[in-house]
Structure formats: structure tokens, C-alpha cells
């Protein structure tokens, strides 16, 4: 599943952009449907997509364009799986995504209304998973010569870092994670390496990096996570991070060291080590 807090600056400063993904599975009208944003998923239920879909044009929101729609076989329909993203404008300050946890509370409080005892404790069950989906998880292991991360659309970044003498790869894998490649270990993300890159959702440091440049991921308005490998936190320099939803994710042994280092408190309350929950 696509993680999906996304925010893009639109051509004037005084709004901006973000973006919501909808997921919808299942047969029959009601599809279990999921929303992602800001790093983590909120389960609605089984709810129709026009139901879905007027809940989220209360708050503002409105389709940007379909990735998946329904599959049917001539006139029968086959099990359906929506991708939707839509978008909402919103000005400097505001929250666009308040509201949308509540939709699982009343998703929730509808649910221990109307069932039986025995699923209103596969009720409770469902608040202990969604805590642990909560949980900062740990990346999958990241080699010293490359930078792994995902981007709004599923494929390959477009960044200055592409520029680098010792740049030799960039590809999307099978819808999962772009790779940008080295030809040595690393051990810097340079100035303005993916500034202004507004597609970019997450991004993986490699261990062996130990300066992240001046505005190395600034205007990455889409940002919602970079997981930094090295248990040292690298000198980081002048805004270098500007979104203001990123997460940043530590080894968990390290995260006092970087919520106290020069540049990193500036995030303290935006750091958190694997296995925590946020």
C-alpha cells in the first residue's frame, strides 16, 4: 500500500496543495475501503465509493484522477480494487487532512452500536492493530551506494542529485521503490540534491552519509518520511528540511543523539527511533 500524506506547492504561495489515497477492495456495493495519509492508513469499513467519496467532498476534498477502477468480466462484475488520489487546496497554516481520523471514530462507534459482544471485541482488536500500525517501522536494508525512496507516482525521480560524477542508475522496481545508484559508497547527500522535488513522498539515507547538504530536501513539499540508517546523525545543514509533516526515522539508540545534535533538534518532536510508536 502507497503511503499517502502528500502535499504540493501550487503556483501561488499563499495556497498549497495535498493529496489523499483511497483504496477500495472486496465484492459486492460496500468495499472495504482505506485511506492513506501522513505515513500511516485509517480503516473506514465497508462503505459504497459514492458514499465514500460524498464524506470526503464535505471535507474538501476532490478527485485528482484514477488509478485503478473496477474490473469486470462482460456484464459481471469481478472483485473491485480502486486506487483513487484526490486533492484539497488549502492555505498556509491549515491542516488538510483534519477530520479524516474522525471518520474512523465514527466508523468505529457505528460498529459497537449495531454488533454483537463478540465483535465489538474484534472491535477493540481492530484499535490494538491499528496502534501498531502506528509503530515507526524500520526500511528494509539500504546498500552504501544507494538511495532508495518512493515517489507520488511510482516512478523514477526526477533531482539534481541525478547530476552527481559518480551517479550510475535510477529505476522504479515493480510499482514498490525507485533506487538511485552510485558507483562508490556515499557519504554525502550534496546541496539541493532533491530540492523542489515535489513527488517525492519517502527517502532513504544510507548509513554511511554523514552530511546532508543545505536544502538538500527542501520544497519537498510531499515529504512525509526520511529514514536515516547512520546511528551518528550527519551534520545537517541549513534548511535542508522544509516540509512541515516529514517524520524522521532513527535507529531507535540513536534518537536522543539526533533530537539533541546541532540542526536535527530544530525536528525533535519530528524524530522517532524504529519500533516507537507515533
Not at 1 to 14: D, E, G, I, N, S
Not at 32 to 47: I, Q, Y
Not at 187 to 205: D, H, N, W, Y
Request: glycine share 8%.
Amino acid at each position: 500500500m502507497l503511503a499517502a500524506a502528500l502535499l504540493a506547492c501550487t503556483a501561488t504561495a499563499q495556497t498549497q496543495t495535498a493529496y489523499l489515497d483511497l483504496y477500495q477492495r472486496g465484492g459486492g456495493q460496500h468495499l472495504k475501503t482505506t485511506l492513506t495519509f501522513d505515513g500511516s492508513p485509517v480503516d473506514l469499513g465497508r462503505r459504497s465509493l459514492g458514499e465514500t467519496l460524498n464524506l470526503l467532498a464535505g471535507l474538501g476534498w476532490e478527485v485528482d484522477q484514477t488509478l485503478v477502477g473496477a474490473n469486470r468480466v462482460m456484464f459481471f462484475p469481478t472483485r473491485h480494487k480502486f486506487h483513487i488520489i484526490l486533492r484539497k487546496v488549502f492555505r498556509a497554516g491549515e491542516n488538510p487532512f483534519e477530520g479524516l481520523h474522525e471518520l474512523q471514530g465514527s466508523y468505529i462507534e457505528a460498529d459497537y452500536a449495531a454488533h454483537t459482544p463478540r465483535e465489538k471485541t474484534q472491535g477493540r482488536r481492530t484499535d490494538a492493530a491499528k496502534t501498531e500500525r502506528n509503530a515507526v517501522r524500520p526500511p528494509k536494508p539500504t546498500a552504501n551506494y544507494e538511495i532508495r525512496y518512493k515517489t507520488y507516482k511510482a516512478s523514477p525521480v526526477k533531482a539534481n542529485v541525478l547530476q552527481h560524477p559518480d551517479f550510475a542508475e535510477n529505476v522504479y522496481l515493480y510499482d514498490e521503490h525507485g533506487v538511485i545508484s552510485f558507483r562508490h559508497d556515499i557519504a554525502e547527500i550534496p546541496a539541493r540534491a532533491f530540492q523542489g522535488c515535489s513527488e517525492l513522498k519517502t527517502i532513504v539515507v544510507p548509513a554511511s552519509v554523514v552530511i546532508i547538504g543545505d536544502a538538500a530536501f527542501a520544497g519537498c513539499q510531499n515529504l512525509t518520511h526520511i529514514y536515516c540508517m547512520a546511528t551518528t546523525p550527519p551534520e545537517l545543514g541549513n534548511t535542508a528540511i522544509t516540509s512541515r509533516y516529514c517524520k524522521i526515522c532513527v535507529p531507535a539508540e540513536a534518537a536522543e543523539s539526533y533530537k539533541t545534535a546541532d540542526g536535527w533538534s530544530a525536528y525533535a518532536d519530528r524524530i522517532a527511533g524504529y519500533g516507537s510508536e507515533r
